[in-house]
Nanobody
Framework: VQLQASGGGLVQAGGSLRLSCAAS????????MGWFRQAPGKEREFVAA????????YYGDSVKGRFTISRDDAKNTVALQMNSLKPEDSAVYYC??????????????????WGQGTQVTVSS
C-alpha cells in the first residue's frame, strides 16, 4: 500500500490550501484515514481523521472550524481543505491509513501506512 500526499506549498496567512492523499490500492475506500503534521523540533501532531465510510470526522483542537477532511472512495483519495491558515500551521503534513489497528485515531502509532509528507508553509 502506498500513500501519496500532495498539495502543499507556500501561502500567506489567512489563505487556503487543499491537500490530497491518493492510495495506490483500494484500502483508502475501506479504512480510516488521518492527517498528521510535524514541525521542526516538535512531535507529530494529530490534525484530522475520517472513518472508513466517511460518516465520522475528527479534528485536532488547533484546526477545528478551519480544516475539513473528506474522502472520495471512487478516486481512492482523502482531502484536507485548510482555510484561514496561520503561520503556526506550517509543518510537513502526512496522510496515514489505519488498516489493521483499531485504536484511537489521534495516535500516530495506530496507523499502519504513511505517505511521504508534503510541506506547508504559511507566511505572516
Amino acid at each position: 500500500v502506498q500513500l501519496q500526499a500532495s498539495g502543499g506549498g507556500l501561502v500567506q496567512a489567512g489563505g487556503s490550501l487543499r491537500l490530497s492523499c491518493a492510495a495506490s490500492e483500494r484500502p483508502g475506500s475501506r479504512y480510516p484515514m488521518g492527517w498528521f503534521r510535524q514541525a521542526p523540533g516538535k512531535e507529530r501532531e494529530f490534525v484530522a481523521a475520517i472513518s472508513w465510510n466517511g460518516g465520522s470526522t475528527y479534528y485536532g483542537d488547533s484546526v477545528k472550524g478551519r480544516f475539513t477532511i473528506s474522502r472520495d472512495d471512487a478516486k481512492n483519495t482523502v482531502a484536507l481543505q485548510m482555510n484561514s491558515l496561520k503561520p503556526e500551521d506550517s509543518a510537513v503534513y502526512y496522510c496515514a491509513a489505519q488498516l489493521f489497528n483499531s485504536g484511537s485515531y489521534y495516535i500516530p502509532k495506530n496507523y499502519d501506512y504513511w505517505g511521504q509528507g508534503t510541506q506547508v508553509t504559511v507566511s505572516s
